[in-house]
């Protein structure tokens, strides 16, 4: 449960966290692991925002580093890799960027009752 409501804080922050402009294509191109983004939440998430699409590529880590720098990080959206992958394969490949969490509201990223959560 955990897991979801932390893809979901972060696939809204990623909506939010987007230009106007952006929005032209409004598909939201995401690539993570299998079950890290069940079905029933992407079908929320779409309900809650019907202008945008999301379309969801499945992967692992090796995967997901190499369509990234074929790529040069283009092609999606939010990447999801494990935690223990990010920092190595960004120095060496530089191919994520942060979300700008100063373009969103954080507060949907941590669920009622975390000790960081002021709701």
Not at 39 to 65: G, H, R
Not at 94 to 104: R, V
Request: hydrophobic letters at 40%; a negative charge.
């Amino acid at each position: 449960m955990r897991l979801k409501t932390a893809l979901s804080g972060l696939l809204t922050s990623t909506v939010l966290s987007v230009g106007s402009a952006a929005f032209a294509d409004t598909t939201l191109r995401l690539l993570t692991w299998g079950s890290y983004a069940p079905d029933e939440l992407i079908e929320k998430f779409e309900a809650q925002y019907p202008d945008i699409t999301v379309e969801v590529t499945f992967s692992n880590n090796e995967e997901m580093i190499a369509k990234l720098r074929a790529t040069g990080g283009a092609g999606f959206d939010l990447a999801q890799p494990s935690h223990d992958r990010i920092f190595a394969a960004q120095l060496e490949y530089d191919i994520y960027k942060q979300l700008d969490l100063s373009q969103s509201d954080t507060s949907l990223m941590l669920r009622k009752g975390h000790p960081k959560c002021t709701l």
